[in-house]
């Protein structure tokens, strides 16, 4: 997904050879704004999810929490990118947090420029649970206790599942509508959210892995 980024004098190797992971930052209250800014928008998700319905009234809604998710991620890119940073860290390195951040935000950019964040409306809202499990990392990094950890893979794993199931229903509808349409350039467009569908999956296949060798969460 990226290039190799150069190690900076702050970023620290552990783990496997050659991989370079990102430490905190050196300030905890950056890694505390991080959290609650993760911690606003997933409670911005939280409203948008008890919603009787998914109409066009949300859009405003979803759109403005989507900024704000989106926003997070450049940042984090920009920090991890520029000092080395990762709040986090430890446990990410800088082609992982591109990977995660970079093509999710474009893909999300996309959509609203193609104004078709009405069909996706769905898997855009369920999205939004996921900054817990990001602030979950981060409460980690800045000194939780260990069920904290446990909590969070826990509720990442059930997250995804719910993401994926929300992802392919759409997906699904999505594409019977343009076929039906014979709108032949959104159909192939909408083709993005399947590497999207792929990592979620390989993430269950990690949380799944992880259980069967440790028998634990």
């Not at 989507?66 to 926003?71: M, R, T, Y």
Request: glycine residues 6%; hydrophobic residues 50%; charged residues 10%.
């Amino acid at each position: 997904m990226a290039s190799e980024i150069p190690v900076a004098p702050s970023k620290i190797s552990t783990g496997k050879q050659g991989r370079v992971e990102l430490q905190p930052p050196s300030h905890a209250w950056i890694s505390w704004c991080i959290l609650f800014a993760y911690l606003a928008v997933f409670f911005e998700g939280v409203a948008l999810l008890v919603n009787d319905h998914y109409g066009p009234e949300i859009l405003p809604r979803v759109s403005a929490a989507q900024f704000h998710l989106c926003s997070i991620y450049v940042l984090e890119v920009a920090i991890a990118l520029g000092p080395g940073w990762c709040a986090m860290s430890p446990g990410w390195t800088s082609g992982e947090l591109i990977a995660h951040h970079v093509p999710y935000t474009f893909t999300v950019m996309l959509c609203f420029a193609l104004n078709q964040q009405h069909k996706w409306t769905l898997p855009l809202v369920v999205v939004l649970l996921t900054p817990l499990n990001e602030g979950l990392f981060i409460a980690n990094s800045l000194g939780a206790p260990g069920w904290v950890a446990k909590v969070r893979r826990l509720y990442g794993f059930s997250v995804i599942v719910l993401l994926i199931g929300s992802e392919i229903r759409t997906w699904m509808k999505v594409m019977q509508q343009h076929w039906a349409d014979s709108a032949l350039l959104m159909l192939l467009l909408d083709q993005l959210v399947l590497p999207a569908i792929y990592y979620h999956f390989k993430l269950l296949c990690m949380y799944v892995r992880r259980w069967r060798k440790t028998r634990s969460l």
